[in-house]
């Protein structure tokens, strides 16, 4: 394999002209400058990565932490970034949670182990880190976007949905069916995205005459394991309800697989609505209705903002992230009477 010696000697030329040439930085002489790409033509010359990283001096590499490598949220959001760091000659780098501590602690493990790897910059999600956690980080890695997430100081670097508003889309969409039993099964109490749908979706409720007292809630952890355990949690109080809000699809899928189970109609006795609209959301049983979410945006858009600070490109970087609802199956209006007795 030829390496940049090679292109060098049969050029005439010294190897810090050939790696200017290269790189396309620094002054050559127009009749030298062609010299040497007829060589690389001829050797069919390709630079290693190690070789490109140091005639940039970056690595081309982007680092990028999720929680959890499982389920159907984190993977077309991975698919995303490595489509887009490859259609421009990078590459990335992931890690996530694994090891002993809790979630903050592999976080900070997860993300120092990407640094030490020299990425040109980080892509963060995760709901454990705090503000302080970022600002540490920004010591020794000043190019960080965080997806999902907005902390009050740093705002520029922060890409999400408006999960608030998410949370009204949701209310709406069961109001607007004529659902007034409405039960709700929400993510982890620490997960700050929940808490603004949750608060977004109860708000709504209250808007139009449904306290918050009145709506059943189950807490769970964004697993279908989760939504079927709590499906069996609602099902066994002997509340009557109509509807039921999970806060996000996966949930939703263990709701609709436990119903199945126990011979409940959906939509014809209790509607089921999702939350993110990710793609398993069009293979349940029936079909389910689900607010969408629009990361592959968010995620591009945060891409684009990072990139800018890495390699100084001017890629469009937008933070406008409509809401709206994807309706399926799984929502219908509200039955006469609920598996549980009249209304």
Same mark, same amino acid.
């Given at each position: 394999?030829? @390496?940049?010696?090679?292109?060098?000697?049969?050029?005439? $030329?010294?190897?810090?002209?050939?790696?200017?040439?290269?790189?396309?930085?620094?002054?050559?002489?127009?009749?030298?400058? +062609?010299?040497?790409?007829? $060589?690389? !033509?001829?050797?069919?010359?390709?630079?290693?990565? !190690?070789? #490109?990283?140091?005639?940039?001096?970056?690595?081309?590499?982007?680092?990028?932490?999720?929680?959890?490598?499982?389920?159907?949220?984190?993977?077309?959001?991975?698919? $995303?970034?490595? @489509?887009?760091?490859?259609?421009?000659?990078?590459?990335?780098?992931?890690?996530?949670?694994?090891?002993?501590?809790?979630?903050?602690?592999?976080? *900070?493990?997860?993300?120092?182990?990407?640094?030490?790897?020299?990425?040109?910059?980080?892509?963060?999600?995760?709901?454990?880190?705090?503000?302080?956690?970022?600002?540490?980080?920004?010591?020794?890695?000043?190019?960080?976007?965080?997806?999902?997430?907005?902390?009050?100081?740093?705002?520029?670097?922060?890409?999400?949905?408006?999960?608030?508003?998410?949370?009204? $889309?949701?209310?709406?969409?069961?109001?607007?069916?004529?659902?007034?039993?409405?039960?709700?099964?929400?993510?982890?109490?620490? =997960?700050?995205?929940?808490?603004?749908?949750?608060?977004?979706?109860?708000?709504?409720?209250?808007?139009?005459?449904?306290?918050?007292?009145?709506?059943?809630?189950?807490?769970?952890?964004?697993?279908?394991?989760?939504?079927? !355990?709590?499906?069996?949690?609602?099902?066994? =109080?002997?509340?009557?309800?109509?509807?039921?809000?999970?806060?996000?699809?996966?949930?939703?899928?263990?709701?609709?697989?436990?119903?199945? +189970?126990?011979?409940?109609?959906?939509?014809?006795?209790? =509607?089921?609505?999702?939350?993110?609209?990710?793609?398993?959301?069009?293979?349940?049983?029936?079909?389910?209705?689900?607010?969408?979410?629009?990361?592959?945006?968010? @995620?591009?858009?945060?891409?684009?903002?990072?990139?800018?600070?890495?390699?100084?490109?001017?890629?469009?970087?937008?933070?406008?992230?409509?809401?709206? *609802?994807?309706?399926?199956?799984?929502?219908?209006?509200?039955?006469?009477?609920?598996?549980?007795?009249? #209304?």
């Amino acid at each position: 394999m030829a @390496t940049i010696k090679d292109v060098a000697r049969l050029a005439g $030329v010294g190897v810090g002209t050939a790696s200017r040439v290269i790189s396309g930085k620094g002054s050559v002489a127009p009749a030298t400058a +062609q010299r040497v790409r007829e $060589v690389i !033509a001829e050797l069919n010359f390709r630079p290693s990565h !190690a070789a #490109r990283s140091l005639l940039s001096g970056s690595s081309q590499m982007i680092g990028v932490y999720i929680p959890a490598l499982k389920g159907t949220y984190y993977t077309p959001i991975l698919q $995303v970034i490595d @489509t887009e760091l490859r259609n421009k000659g990078r590459h990335m780098v992931v890690a996530f949670g694994q090891g002993e501590g809790d979630e903050r602690s592999q976080a *900070m493990e997860g993300l120092q182990f990407l640094i030490e790897r020299d990425c040109d910059g980080l892509v963060v999600m995760s709901n454990a880190l705090e503000e302080e956690d970022v600002k540490t980080l920004r010591n020794t890695q000043r190019n960080i976007v965080v997806l999902n997430r907005v902390f009050k100081r740093g705002k520029e670097q922060c890409f999400s949905a408006d999960h608030v508003q998410g949370g009204v $889309v949701a209310a709406q969409a069961l109001l607007a069916h004529k659902h007034k039993r409405i039960a709700v099964i929400s993510g982890p109490a620490n =997960s700050p995205d929940n808490a603004a749908r949750i608060r977004g979706f109860m708000e709504e409720l209250a808007r139009n005459g449904i306290p918050q007292h009145e709506v059943f809630t189950v807490a769970s952890d964004f697993s279908p394991e989760g939504g079927w !355990a709590a499906a069996q949690t609602l099902l066994a =109080s002997q509340k009557k309800f109509s509807a039921i809000f999970c806060a996000n699809d996966e949930t939703a899928m263990g709701v609709l697989s436990h119903f199945q +189970q126990e011979g409940i109609s959906v939509p014809g006795e209790i =509607s089921v609505l999702g939350y993110d609209d990710t793609q398993s959301a069009e293979y349940t049983a029936p079909r389910l209705s689900s607010v969408h979410i629009p990361m592959r945006e968010v @995620t591009l858009n945060g891409l684009n903002w990072l990139m800018n600070r890495c390699y100084d490109s001017d890629l469009p970087v937008s933070r406008d992230f409509p809401i709206r *609802m994807t309706w399926r199956a799984s929502v219908g209006p509200a039955p006469r009477a609920t598996k549980l007795g009249p #209304r």
